[in-house]
């Protein structure tokens, strides 16, 4: 019987949306494969059993990233890694994370050369880690310094005034919770946290004064707070070097580690799901018209210090929420 015209119009056309379907399944699957193979490659192990020199970055407001301190394990471990470099560009941070990140820069120096490298900024924390290695190099024009801690806290009760809103609370005893931005601080409170700021201060100092090889009062004379240029921060001894990354590497070269050694950047492990890594959820979000979905935009942007919280080694806090 012979088909009609229509009829095999219809077949053709179906077998065409067929056959669309079936490349635009093939596609999937091997964007699903290739997400897939990206995500678990990741990128925080260079993948190589060559020597090299391993190059970590600390950037941005630091806390107690459970990513960069597994990194720096990892690269404690690695019998590839001859030397470590790190890249340090960071205003500080919390107190905590900054001594977490220096304890375990202490145990990497105990086994293989470790040298800090600062860009623009190492202050406060950013410093408390550069001062971890056992060499430091700045630029001239770096800014370096900022020693010190400190906690801020908002006072609401203007607001709470103004608003007519009022706060009844019952607590086991007067300083539980205390201070908080409800009500007024008490000389008792700022007492209390003066304390626990001064003992975290005493430390920092200690810890500046052992690893720059200075006296409790000279490293006490340069923690009021200052920053310093590289050449300021030289002269004051604390930094060892002006210059940058070859500066860097030659010092690893005194140290026994071969100079002609590839530098290989170890980095942060990939963010997202086995199909969108951080590259692919950001190009999504393009398209879609959302902007960059990546958690790293509230980096970019410096929100993450809004929600730091606790005590602060961080330099113009005052210009995050939470000071520091």
Same mark, same amino acid.
């Given at each position: 019987?012979?088909?009609?015209?229509?009829?095999?119009?219809?077949?053709?056309?179906?077998?065409?949306?067929?056959?669309?379907?079936?490349?635009?399944?093939?596609?999937?699957?091997?964007?699903?494969?290739?997400?897939?193979?990206?995500?678990?490659?990741?990128?925080?192990?260079?993948?190589?059993?060559?020597?090299?020199?391993?190059?970590?970055?600390i950037e941005g407001t630091i806390t107690e990233d459970e990513d960069l301190l597994r990194r720096l394990d990892e690269v404690r471990k690695s019998a590839s890694v001859k030397g470590v470099i790190l890249s340090i560009d960071s205003p500080g941070g919390t107190t905590a994370g900054g001594e977490a990140i220096y304890d375990a820069v202490r145990k990497i120096a105990a086994e293989k050369p470790v040298v800090a490298q600062v860009g623009t900024l190492a202050a406060s924390a950013g410093y408390m880690i550069a001062s971890?290695?056992?060499?430091?190099?700045?630029?001239?024009?770096?800014?370096?310094?900022?020693?010190?801690?400190?906690?801020?806290?908002?006072?609401?009760?203007?607001?709470?005034?103004?608003?007519?809103?009022?706060?009844?609370?019952?607590?086991?005893?007067?300083?539980?919770?205390?201070?908080?931005?409800?009500?007024?601080?008490?000389?008792?409170?700022?007492?209390?946290?003066?304390?626990?700021?001064?003992?975290?201060?005493?430390?920092?100092?200690?810890?500046?004064?052992?690893?720059?090889?200075?006296?409790?009062?000279?490293?006490?004379?340069?923690?009021?707070?200052?920053?310093?240029?590289?050449?300021?921060?030289? #002269?004051?001894? *604390?930094?060892?070097?002006? =210059?940058?990354? !070859?500066?860097?590497?030659?010092? %690893?070269?005194?140290? @026994?580690? $071969?100079?002609?050694?590839?530098?290989?950047?170890?980095?942060?492990?990939?963010?997202?799901?086995?199909?969108?890594?951080?590259?692919? #959820?950001?190009? *999504?979000?393009?398209?879609? =018209?959302?902007? !960059?979905?990546?958690?790293?935009? %509230?980096?970019?942007? @410096?929100? $993450?210090?809004?929600?730091?919280?606790?005590?602060?080694?961080?330099?113009?806090?005052?210009?995050?929420?939470?000071?520091?």
């Open positions: 019987m012979s088909m009609k015209a229509d009829d095999l119009i219809d077949r053709r056309r179906l077998r065409r949306k067929l056959t669309f379907w079936r490349v635009v399944a093939f596609l999937i699957a091997a964007f699903a494969v290739v997400g897939m193979s990206t995500w678990l490659a990741g990128e925080r192990i260079p993948g190589v059993t060559a020597s090299h020199i391993a190059k970590i970055r971890a290695s056992d060499h430091i190099v700045a630029r001239k024009s770096s800014i370096v310094g900022s020693i010190g801690v400190l906690v801020q806290f908002p006072d609401l009760t203007g607001l709470m005034d103004k608003l007519g809103v009022k706060l009844e609370e019952i607590k086991s005893s007067p300083l539980k919770a205390e201070p908080n931005p409800f009500n007024p601080t008490t000389d008792e409170e700022r007492a209390m946290m003066r304390n626990m700021i001064l003992d975290s201060y005493d430390w920092f100092v200690g810890t500046v004064a052992e690893r720059r090889s200075m006296s409790k009062a000279e490293a006490t004379a340069l923690a009021d707070g200052s920053v310093w240029t590289g050449r300021q921060a030289l #002269a004051n001894k *604390l930094i060892d070097e002006v =210059g940058g990354e !070859d500066q860097a590497i030659a010092w %690893l070269g005194t140290k @026994g580690v $071969d100079a002609k050694l590839e530098v290989i950047e170890w980095k942060p492990a990939r963010t997202g799901s086995f199909l969108l890594p951080n590259s692919i #959820a950001q190009a *999504l979000g393009h398209a879609l =018209g959302m902007g !960059d979905v990546s958690s790293e935009l %509230l980096k970019e942007i @410096g929100a $993450d210090r809004l929600f730091l919280d606790g005590m602060l080694s961080l330099w113009q806090a005052e210009k995050a929420v939470s000071g520091g």
